[in-house]
């Protein structure tokens, strides 16, 4: 099964392969929607500062009834810390709302802060502030693992020039219709682990009727066939959900897409109105 097997970090740290997104899930509901997924199988939970919800989040780590050490728990510097001072105080503040010793990864959430996100600042020295700070918890103890999310390449030379531990991550969009392939072969190329959030396109595959045919050649949803492609890049998708039926489903991904298939997939006609999330900067809102 896809939730027993992990990939290995450039540092040496395991990272389940599949994990739990929590984006979307109020603090309130956190707690639950972790228990749920130890309860299936999950030992990989992916939440933020931005989220608001990382004390419910440490809730459900703490009391799932899975061993810490059995738990990898990852949550993002809010993208507005770009100084060496915020940084080294919200890392702190991340512990203390999840209420863990130590926090399995840390990572910058963007470089740059969201209301900036298209626009031509690129923040590199506040991210290389905010880099050693996270740098510095990492040799402190107090994470294991460090990485980025939504960085381009330029981003992770910035960091990649100057830092004395490399990222061991970077978290981008990535689903089919949506495949940056330079970008994920550079970070793989430099030992950079590609996590994909919204493998399902924020839900808008879902609607796509090629891909329900496609789907229904390897008996499987769409959300399935979206979950086994990142995989089969060699990414580490994070689908959010807080139903315990949808995070079952989202597992049941032990199958292979044919090469044709892939390729296919790969090069199929991007997704350009992702809905009610078009408003969010990730997803094209300028």
């Known amino acids: 099964m896809i939730l027993e097997e992990s990939y290995r970090l450039s540092n040496g740290v395991e990272i389940p392969k599949l994990g739990l997104g929590t984006w979307f899930i ?119 693992a460090i990485g980025v999310s939504n960085f381009e390449k330029a981003d992770l030379d910035n960091i990649l020039d100057s830092c004395s531990v490399s990222p061991m991550v970077n978290q981008i969009l990535v689903h089919i219709s949506n495949t940056p392939k330079e970008l994920i072969r550079y970070a793989q190329d430099k030992g950079i682990l590609v996590e994909a959030y919204s493998p399902i396109g924020h839900g808008e595959l879902l609607k796509n009727r090629e891909l329900e045919t496609i789907a229904r050649k390897y008996h499987v949803s769409v959300a399935q066939l979206g979950i086994r492609y990142t995989l089969q890049l060699g990414l580490l998708p994070l689908p959010k959900t807080a139903d315990p039926r949808h995070m079952k489903s989202n597992a049941e991904v032990d199958f292979i897409i044919s090469d044709h298939d892939m390729e296919y997939l790969e090069n199929i006609q991007q997704i350009k109105n992702y809905g009610e999330a078009s408003k969010f900067p990730v997803y094209g809102s300028r």
Not at 93 to 99: A, H, I, N, P, Q
Not at 110 to 139: C, D, I, M, T, V
């Open 26 to 144: 109020k603090n309130e509901d956190a707690a639950q929607a972790v228990k749920d997924a130890a309860a299936i199988g999950y030992r990989h939970i992916d939440t933020a500062q931005a989220y608001q919800n990382e004390g419910g989040v440490g809730e459900g780590v703490r009391t799932c009834g899975v061993n810490r050490e059995g738990m990898f728990v990852t949550t993002k510097l809010a993208a507005e810390v770009k100084s060496y001072e915020k940084a080294v105080s919200s890392i702190d503040t991340s512990l203390k709302r999840l209420g863990l010793d130590y926090i399995d990864m840390m990572i910058i959430h963007s470089p740059k802060p969201w209301a900036e996100f298209h626009g031509h600042n690129s923040y590199f020295e506040g991210n290389r502030e905010a880099w050693k700070a996270l740098e510095e918890a990492y040799q402190a103890g107090k994470l294991r």
